[in-house]
């Protein structure tokens, strides 16, 4: 009686599709005969296709298949299911059974962004479009693309070794495109896997041991080629299931490992054969990211993995037996209970969903929608229980048989219904309806594929199958009817003209008619679901779709889509046809961008308010004034800005200027000369003072300083340390990864050897090891995988020239032809100074004394007579206790910064007064005098930056200084800026070697995000630092500036290292004058010298413009420098630092005869200009010539000025061409006479290089 009882109950389940919340149903259900569905896909067109296979012959559509034994195929149908699409078949011999997931054939369907599909399986054997292949080992892996409409593209092997002693293969379980069409694909393999000429090796295994499964990650471009493929795992076998990437093109894999595994850079450790679940992810390019593990007594895995729209990763896996997920314990008893598990992006945990079962179940696919709901599909036997949702399973004369659920749940993982499909019959079955796969399309509803026994329906819909396999095909559909959501791409975006571009709709909702703008004009061009347009123009299009149904219109733009022909980043410029006048005045303005611009927005008031978005505007002026205007012009290459200061005078003026703009062009070494009239058209005398304000650097698409950068991170840092230099003969330095266990550091210590520990930070330690061991310790643990690095503790040495007497001697290869004295006769040419006091004469007003500098050196000779009123006083350790005792002297750590009465600074080094940085070297105190001895105190010299405070830094003495102490320097710095508001500005550090150090640059990097400048000296080694890096000087970060050495006739320093792109800048470097101890003065070199000549410039320009962040003031200093013919190619600015051009902002290739000068009423004087391009590159310069008079309502007059710079050869290029023509079709009219000469001039340039 119960028997009979529990089958009346099974069969009443079986008759209706269980849920118990609102599901979704079948809209509509196809039926193939004969064929078993592997996988299925949604392309762009919402097509669906599916990959499957079939038993000796099938027919699909009006497409007879045949095979030997088993076939597989790839089938294409219809949005809506009207239409039988194409069909491919592919030749793959398979000795499974087909009704068995298949360890050969295809299982996998992929479509890109264009609509192409890819498909990816296992093979023996492979033929297919006259290509036949025999797998190298037992099985290889082979990856097929076709265009979208079925057309052979190309194919990828994947193989590994034939072993006769095994019959396991080599196989792919999962792959994805991420959004640029590249391929990913992971699987397992055995011993070896080759792909092209690249093999990659498993790991290695234990002796006596089988061999075992090892797991691979590959990434492949659009047109087939490996760009990266990595392994991971350990010796025991590994698996993977699940491969995903997120919307950054990260990829994420799940599955699971057993023993001893590395996944990226995380190590796991389980007993053998105890496999645990992972999940783990890697960067765009490969690299490890983070992993993850599920811990406990049982078995657990991973089986599909997909992300969401906030890259969150949704996970399935299974626990058997227990399992630790987060914090969590689940106790699956006896069963393999599939689990629902989220982590953020991070790898953080959100939430996990344990699905019970009284025997054992597994999760198969898991997608997600546009509102981030979960839908999955998998198996269970009995029963499955999720939240309070249940399903019985099937059951028949005695026996359970596997159901298959589909499930969906909201982003938090509650779930919103559970459903299976049903099956009716009085026969015993080998399974019934289950599902082999699930996508989304784009109108949100889900296409399910799979294969169906007997009798079964669907919903509404019943199908009864002919064979032992049929397939079936449906949509379900559940969201209700809304305004379409507009959406669409294009066959390809950019090319030469005529550019012909197919542009797909791939709109959500039912939509009733499209309407298509190609072209920017606001018309309609097309009115089709998908068009095809072509472009006869070069030019920057955007393109907008507009789409309607009963329920309202919608459209979506997307700006500068489409880049037909030869298109650059817009270069922005424009013209006016009049630029003064008396009131109201009525201006045209015309752009004249280099390159098309598909957008404009000017501004003709200052006022940041847009005024006009046409491509020629009219502004009429109402109000008397100077009127600055601005052009922002962008393409689909980028964006640039003009902005021409004081460019319209409205209103009678009191002062006429000729030429209100000056444009020239000239040859490289060559100078140019022009002048501009101006008379005084008042009643009063007119004075006015000249100031010349420009930019050395070329113009450029970004700033000087992102050129810079770019050029400097080219470089690779070090991995293997280089052990170039001296370091502490029984220490290492070791900082440890966040995920290290303390197991593994006590287990590496061992190794070591290590006898004593000195923790220096959270995460960093000082190890003690034998004398003598640093080297070969380092160089065999330096990668270790539970370490960031493991590096010896680099002892640094000042970078200065030893008095010495023969080095005076080869002065002689650089001078003018006199003797040189060391000390007494030293030849200097005219003006090769850094112009410090016309510098002074800019910022005597200001006061400085809130800037710091932090002086990491020696120390510094504090009772000098020159330096006693530039020490800094640290503010928490001045002026009395609560005792009434002196704070600076009271033994106690006032400020709670951790040391203690540090009113000056610090000293680390080997010797000497840990509060007291007083210098027993003297190389601290030459540098101190440099940067601020005090001025105008009738004593020795003056600093460049008097009143600044210097807050010195003691790590260095006779013996030299350890990376750990200038690591601690470096840490003090960063805390009392970060922690306690000390403005210290900027760090100079004269000294350096050529290891990388990783502590080192740790500190830096930290030091960076403080917003804190490090001026290094470069070195004196006369070595070229592109190729033999010097540190700290060479570290690629965007904070150093890097100082080279220049000499008395403005050439490199004989020992001063250089490099193109390693080195920033010169400043002077031999025989400097500077403060010594005990009150003394006297000369010395090195680059050690050149750096605090950069540092107290920075010093200056933070007086100008305190708010300016240490980005803003490299980049003014290196745009600013005095262009030297000898840096050229030597340094990235190619020059000497100039003091007053960086805090003037001042151009050295613009100069003026006149500086100050009156005019009288009714007269008129001509201001003489030069333009040199004696040492700066082939390129485009601004700048401008400003008039500061006495005229009450224009104080302040600009000219801007601009010119081009061509190469100094016999040829002119199109470029070239390019500039004269944009300077002549700039010509302002009115301006007759002035302009002849330019355009003759460049007539006649042109000639003479081949232009005309």
């Given at each position: 009686?119960?028997?009979?009882?529990?089958?009346?109950?099974?069969?009443?389940?079986?008759?209706?599709?269980?849920?118990?919340?609102?599901?979704?149903?079948?809209?509509?259900?196809?039926?193939?005969?004969?064929?078993?569905?592997?996988?299925?896909?949604?392309?762009?067109?919402?097509?669906?296709?599916?990959?499957?296979?079939?038993?000796?012959?099938?027919?699909?559509?009006?497409?007879?298949?045949?095979?030997?034994?088993?076939?597989?195929?790839?089938?294409?149908?219809?949005?809506?299911?009207?239409?039988?699409?194409?069909?491919?078949?592919?030749?793959?011999?398979?000795?499974?059974?087909?009704?068995?997931?298949?360890?050969?054939?295809?299982?996998?369907?992929?479509?890109?962004?264009?609509?192409?599909?890819?498909?990816?399986?296992?093979?023996?054997?492979?033929?297919?479009?006259?290509?036949?292949?025999?797998?190298?080992?037992?099985?290889?892996?082979?990856?097929?693309?076709?265009?979208?409409?079925?057309?052979?593209?190309?194919?990828?092997?994947?193989?590994?070794?034939?072993?006769?002693?095994?019959?396991?293969?080599?196989?792919?379980?999962?792959?994805?495109?991420?959004?640029?069409?590249?391929?990913?694909?992971?699987?397992?393999?055995?011993?070896?896997?080759?792909?092209?000429?690249?093999?990659?090796?498993?790991?290695?295994?234990?002796?006596?041991?089988?061999?075992?499964?090892?797991?691979?990650?590959?990434?492949?471009?659009?047109?087939?080629?490996?760009?990266?493929?990595?392994?991971d795992g350990g010796v025991f076998p590994d698996w993977v299931f699940g491969t995903t990437t997120d919307h950054e093109n990260n990829v994420i894999i799940t599955g699971s490992f057993c023993g001893p595994s590395l996944f990226g850079d995380t190590n796991f450790y389980t007993p053998e054969y105890d496999y645990k679940f992972v999940l783990s992810k890697?960067?765009?390019?490969?690299?490890?990211?983070?992993?993850?593990?599920?811990?406990?007594?049982?078995?657990?895995?991973?089986?599909?993995?997909?992300?969401?729209?906030?890259?969150?990763?949704?996970?399935?896996?299974?626990?058997?037996?227990?399992?630790?997920?987060?914090?969590?314990?689940?106790?699956?008893?006896?069963?393999?209970?599939?689990?629902?598990?989220?982590?953020?992006?991070?790898?953080?945990?959100?939430?996990?969903?344990?699905?019970?079962?009284?025997?054992?179940?597994?999760?198969?696919?898991?997608?997600?929608?546009?509102?981030?709901?979960?839908?999955?599909?998998?198996?269970?036997?009995?029963?499955?229980?999720?939240?309070?949702?249940?399903?019985?399973?099937?059951?028949?004369?005695?026996?359970?048989?596997?159901?298959?659920?589909?499930?969906?749940?909201?982003?938090?993982?509650?779930?919103?219904?559970?459903?299976?499909?049903?099956?009716?019959?009085?026969?015993?079955?080998?399974?019934?309806?289950?599902?082999?796969?699930?996508?989304?399309?784009?109108?949100?509803?889900?296409?399910?594929?799979?294969?169906?026994?007997?009798?079964?329906?669907?919903?509404?819909?019943?199908?009864?199958?002919?064979?032992?396999?049929?397939?079936?095909?449906?949509?379900?559909?559940?969201?209700?009817?809304?305004?379409?959501?507009?959406?669409?791409?294009?066959?390809?975006?950019?090319?030469?003209?005529?550019?012909?571009?197919?542009?797909?709709?791939?709109?959500?909702?039912?939509?009733?008619?499209?309407?298509?703008?190609?072209?920017?004009?606001?018309?309609?061009?097309?009115?089709?679901?998908?068009?095809?347009?072509?472009?006869?123009?070069?030019?920057?299009?955007?393109?907008?779709?507009?789409?309607?149904?009963?329920?309202?219109?919608?459209?979506?733009?997307?700006?500068?889509?489409?880049?037909?022909?030869?298109?650059?980043?817009?270069?922005?410029?424009?013209?006016?046809?009049?630029?003064?006048?008396?009131?109201?005045?009525?201006?045209?303005?015309?752009?004249?961008?280099?390159?098309?611009?598909?957008?404009?927005?000017?501004?003709?008031?200052?006022?940041?308010?847009?005024?006009?978005?046409?491509?020629?505007?009219?502004?009429?002026?109402?109000?008397?004034?100077?009127?600055?205007?601005?052009?922002?012009?962008?393409?689909?290459?980028?964006?640039?800005?003009?902005?021409?200061?004081?460019?319209?005078?409205?209103?009678?003026?009191?002062?006429?200027?000729?030429?209100?703009?000056?444009?020239?062009?000239?040859?490289?070494?060559?100078?140019?000369?022009?002048?501009?009239?101006?008379?005084?058209?008042?009643?009063?005398?007119?004075?006015?003072?000249?100031?010349?304000?420009?930019?050395?650097?070329?113009?450029?698409?970004?700033?000087?300083?992102?050129?810079?950068?770019?050029?400097?991170?080219?470089?690779?840092?070090?991995?293997?340390?280089?052990?170039?230099?001296?370091?502490?003969?029984?220490?290492?330095?070791?900082?440890?990864?966040?995920?290290?266990?303390?197991?593994?550091?006590?287990?590496?210590?061992?190794?070591?050897?290590?006898?004593?520990?000195?923790?220096?930070?959270?995460?960093?330690?000082?190890?003690?090891?034998?004398?003598?061991?640093?080297?070969?310790?380092?160089?065999?643990?330096?990668?270790?995988?539970?370490?960031?690095?493991?590096?010896?503790?680099?002892?640094?040495?000042?970078?200065?020239?030893?008095?010495?007497?023969?080095?005076?001697?080869?002065?002689?290869?650089?001078?003018?032809?006199?003797?040189?004295?060391?000390?007494?006769?030293?030849?200097?040419?005219?003006?090769?100074?850094?112009?410090?006091?016309?510098?002074?004469?800019?910022?005597?007003?200001?006061?400085?004394?809130?800037?710091?500098?932090?002086?990491?050196?020696?120390?510094?000779?504090?009772?000098?007579?020159?330096?006693?009123?530039?020490?800094?006083?640290?503010?928490?350790?001045?002026?009395?206790?609560?005792?009434?005792?002196?704070?600076?002297?009271?033994?106690?750590?006032?400020?709670?910064?951790?040391?203690?009465?540090?009113?000056?600074?610090?000293?680390?080094?080997?010797?000497?007064?840990?509060?007291?940085?007083?210098?027993?070297?003297?190389?601290?105190?030459?540098?101190?005098?440099?940067?601020?001895?005090?001025?105008?105190?009738?004593?020795?010299?003056?600093?460049?930056?008097?009143?600044?405070?210097?807050?010195?830094?003691?790590?260095?003495?006779?013996?030299?200084?350890?990376?750990?102490?200038?690591?601690?320097?470096?840490?003090?710095?960063?805390?009392?800026?970060?922690?306690?508001?000390?403005?210290?500005?900027?760090?100079?550090?004269?000294?350096?070697?050529?290891?990388?150090?990783?502590?080192?640059?740790?500190?830096?990097?930290?030091?960076?995000?403080?917003?804190?400048?490090?001026?290094?000296?470069?070195?004196?080694?006369?070595?070229?630092?592109?190729?033999?890096?010097?540190?700290?000087?060479?570290?690629?970060?965007?904070?150093?500036?890097?100082?080279?050495?220049?000499?008395?006739?403005?050439?490199?320093?004989?020992?001063?290292?250089?490099?193109?792109?390693?080195?920033?800048?010169?400043?002077?470097?031999?025989?400097?004058?500077?403060?010594?101890?005990?009150?003394?003065?006297?000369?010395?070199?090195?680059?050690?010298?050149?750096?605090?000549?950069?540092?107290?410039?920075?010093?200056?320009?933070?007086?100008?413009?305190?708010?300016?962040?240490?980005?803003?003031?490299?980049?003014?200093?290196?745009?600013?420098?005095?262009?030297?013919?000898?840096?050229?190619?030597?340094?990235?600015?190619?020059?000497?630092?100039?003091?007053?051009?960086?805090?003037?902002?001042?151009?050295?290739?613009?100069?003026?005869?006149?500086?100050?000068?009156?005019?009288?009423?009714?007269?008129?004087?001509?201001?003489?200009?030069?333009?040199?391009?004696?040492?700066?590159?082939?390129?485009?310069?601004?700048?401008?010539?400003?008039?500061?008079?006495?005229?009450?309502?224009?104080?302040?007059?600009?000219?801007?000025?601009?010119?081009?710079?061509?190469?100094?050869?016999?040829?002119?290029?199109?470029?070239?061409?390019?500039?004269?023509?944009?300077?002549?079709?700039?010509?302002?009219?009115?301006?007759?006479?002035?302009?002849?000469?330019?355009?003759?001039?460049?007539?006649?340039?042109?000639?003479?290089?081949?232009?005309?």
């Amino acid at each position: 009686m119960q028997k009979r009882i529990m089958y009346l109950l099974n069969l009443l389940l079986l008759l209706t599709t269980i849920s118990f919340a609102a599901s979704p149903e079948f809209v509509w259900v196809n039926q193939t005969v004969g064929v078993h569905p592997r996988d299925v896909v949604v392309d762009p067109y919402g097509n669906s296709v599916i990959v499957g296979s079939f038993n000796k012959n099938a027919t699909i559509g009006d497409q007879k298949l045949f095979a030997e034994k088993y076939g597989w195929f790839i089938a294409k149908y219809s949005e809506n299911n009207d239409r039988f699409l194409w069909c491919k078949q592919i030749h793959i011999k398979n000795t499974n059974p087909i009704y068995e997931y298949p360890q050969k054939g295809l299982g996998s369907v992929l479509s890109d962004i264009n609509g192409n599909i890819i498909v990816s399986g296992n093979f023996e054997t492979f033929n297919y479009n006259n290509i036949s292949y025999q797998a190298k080992g037992y099985s290889d892996i082979i990856i097929i693309k076709f265009d979208p409409d079925g057309n052979y593209l190309w194919h990828k092997i994947l193989s590994g070794p034939y072993d006769e002693y095994t019959e396991d293969i080599n196989s792919t379980k999962s792959f994805c495109t991420d959004n640029k069409g590249n391929i990913i694909i992971s699987g397992k393999f055995i011993t070896y896997l080759e792909i092209d000429n690249t093999v990659l090796n498993g790991w290695a295994q234990p002796a006596g041991e089988a061999k075992n499964y090892d797991i691979f990650t590959a990434k492949f471009s659009q047109d087939g080629k490996l760009v990266w493929v990595r392994k991971d795992g350990g010796v025991f076998p590994d698996w993977v299931f699940g491969t995903t990437t997120d919307h950054e093109n990260n990829v994420i894999i799940t599955g699971s490992f057993c023993g001893p595994s590395l996944f990226g850079d995380t190590n796991f450790y389980t007993p053998e054969y105890d496999y645990k679940f992972v999940l783990s992810k890697y960067s765009e390019d490969g690299e490890p990211m983070w992993a993850k593990q599920w811990d406990g007594p049982g078995l657990s895995g991973g089986k599909a993995v997909t992300v969401d729209s906030q890259n969150n990763i949704i996970v399935g896996g299974y626990a058997f037996d227990g399992a630790v997920i987060g914090n969590t314990s689940i106790w699956p008893e006896s069963t393999w209970d599939p689990v629902f598990a989220k982590y953020s992006s991070k790898g953080d945990l959100l939430w996990f969903k344990q699905v019970e079962t009284d025997a054992d179940a597994g999760i198969h696919r898991i997608i997600t929608d546009l509102s981030d709901n979960i839908y999955a599909y998998g198996y269970y036997d009995r029963n499955i229980r999720i939240d309070d949702y249940e399903l019985i399973g099937t059951w028949f004369d005695n026996f359970w048989y596997n159901d298959t659920f589909l499930a969906k749940l909201t982003a938090e993982g509650d779930v919103l219904w559970l459903k299976k499909l049903s099956n009716v019959g009085n026969i015993k079955p080998a399974w019934l309806a289950e599902i082999n796969g699930i996508a989304i399309d784009s109108s949100q509803n889900l296409r399910v594929t799979g294969r169906f026994k007997n009798t079964s329906h669907f919903d509404n819909i019943s199908l009864t199958s002919y064979t032992e396999a049929d397939m079936f095909l449906g949509r379900m559909g559940e969201y209700e009817y809304t305004k379409p959501s507009p959406d669409f791409f294009a066959s390809t975006t950019e090319g030469e003209i005529p550019l012909q571009v197919k542009f797909y709709d791939q709109s959500y909702g039912v939509v009733s008619s499209w309407e298509w703008d190609f072209d920017n004009n606001d018309t309609v061009d097309c009115s089709t679901k998908s068009c095809t347009h072509t472009y006869t123009e070069s030019g920057v299009y955007s393109v907008k779709l507009t789409i309607t149904n009963d329920k309202g219109t919608s459209e979506k733009t997307i700006p500068y889509y489409i880049v037909a022909g030869q298109v650059y980043p817009s270069k922005a410029d424009f013209k006016a046809d009049i630029t003064y006048g008396p009131l109201p005045l009525t201006v045209t303005f015309t752009e004249l961008s280099s390159y098309a611009a598909a957008e404009f927005e000017w501004d003709f008031n200052d006022d940041g308010t847009p005024d006009c978005s046409d491509k020629q505007c009219t502004y009429t002026y109402l109000k008397e004034g100077k009127y600055t205007v601005c052009l922002l012009v962008k393409n689909e290459r980028g964006q640039d800005k003009e902005i021409k200061q004081e460019y319209i005078s409205a209103g009678p003026p009191d002062l006429f200027i000729s030429s209100p703009q000056i444009q020239t062009i000239l040859k490289e070494r060559e100078t140019s000369h022009t002048s501009v009239s101006l008379m005084n058209t008042g009643n009063s005398t007119l004075d006015f003072t000249v100031e010349l304000i420009g930019t050395v650097a070329p113009i450029l698409d970004g700033s000087f300083l992102k050129v810079f950068n770019a050029k400097r991170r080219s470089r690779k840092t070090p991995i293997k340390p280089l052990l170039k230099g001296p370091y502490a003969d029984s220490q290492i330095v070791v900082r440890f990864r966040k995920n290290a266990k303390a197991k593994e550091k006590i287990e590496l210590m061992k190794e070591m050897g290590a006898e004593d520990i000195k923790t220096i930070d959270d995460d960093i330690e000082i190890w003690i090891v034998q004398p003598g061991t640093v080297k070969e310790k380092v160089l065999r643990y330096y990668n270790h995988p539970a370490c960031l690095f493991i590096e010896p503790n680099y002892i640094r040495s000042i970078n200065e020239i030893p008095n010495d007497p023969g080095f005076s001697n080869m002065w002689g290869l650089h001078s003018t032809g006199k003797k040189l004295t060391a000390y007494y006769n030293y030849p200097t040419l005219p003006d090769g100074d850094i112009d410090i006091p016309e510098a002074w004469d800019y910022t005597n007003q200001i006061d400085a004394s809130e800037v710091v500098i932090a002086v990491i050196d020696t120390g510094i000779d504090y009772e000098h007579e020159d330096l006693q009123d530039i020490l800094w006083d640290n503010p928490g350790e001045t002026g009395l206790d609560e005792s009434g005792n002196d704070k600076a002297n009271n033994n106690i750590d006032d400020d709670n910064n951790g040391y203690i009465d540090d009113v000056h600074g610090w000293n680390w080094s080997f010797s000497g007064e840990k509060k007291n940085p007083f210098d027993d070297q003297g190389h601290g105190t030459r540098v101190s005098g440099i940067i601020g001895a005090n001025r105008n105190n009738q004593k020795g010299i003056s600093g460049i930056c008097p009143n600044v405070k210097i807050m010195p830094l003691k790590v260095f003495d006779q013996n030299g200084g350890m990376d750990l102490y200038i690591y601690e320097a470096l840490k003090y710095v960063t805390m009392m800026r970060s922690e306690y508001g000390i403005n210290v500005r900027i760090v100079n550090m004269s000294y350096g070697g050529y290891d990388f150090a990783e502590l080192e640059y740790l500190a830096l990097e930290r030091l960076k995000e403080a917003g804190i400048l490090l001026v290094a000296s470069a070195g004196n080694e006369a070595n070229n630092t592109d190729i033999h890096p010097h540190y700290p000087s060479c570290y690629d970060l965007d904070n150093i500036l890097s100082v080279a050495g220049a000499d008395n006739n403005n050439e490199l320093f004989i020992a001063s290292n250089y490099g193109k792109e390693s080195i920033d800048l010169g400043a002077p470097a031999t025989y400097i004058y500077t403060t010594i101890k005990g009150n003394r003065y006297f000369f010395y070199s090195g680059t050690s010298y050149a750096a605090p000549h950069v540092a107290g410039v920075a010093a200056l320009l933070w007086q100008v413009h305190p708010d300016w962040t240490y980005q803003q003031v490299k980049q003014r200093i290196l745009e600013s420098v005095d262009p030297l013919y000898d840096f050229k190619d030597r340094a990235v600015s190619q020059g000497k630092i100039n003091a007053n051009n960086a805090v003037r902002g001042q151009a050295s290739w613009l100069s003026s005869k006149i500086h100050r000068a009156s005019i009288q009423p009714g007269e008129s004087i001509e201001l003489e200009l030069s333009i040199h391009a004696d040492y700066i590159e082939q390129g485009d310069y601004s700048g401008m010539v400003v008039l500061h008079t006495n005229i009450e309502k224009n104080s302040k007059i600009s000219i801007p000025v601009s010119i081009s710079v061509l190469k100094n050869d016999e040829t002119a290029e199109l470029s070239d061409l390019m500039k004269v023509l944009r300077i002549l079709a700039g010509i302002d009219q009115q301006v007759v006479q002035a302009r002849t000469v330019r355009i003759e001039t460049a007539i006649t340039l042109m000639k003479e290089i081949g232009g005309f």
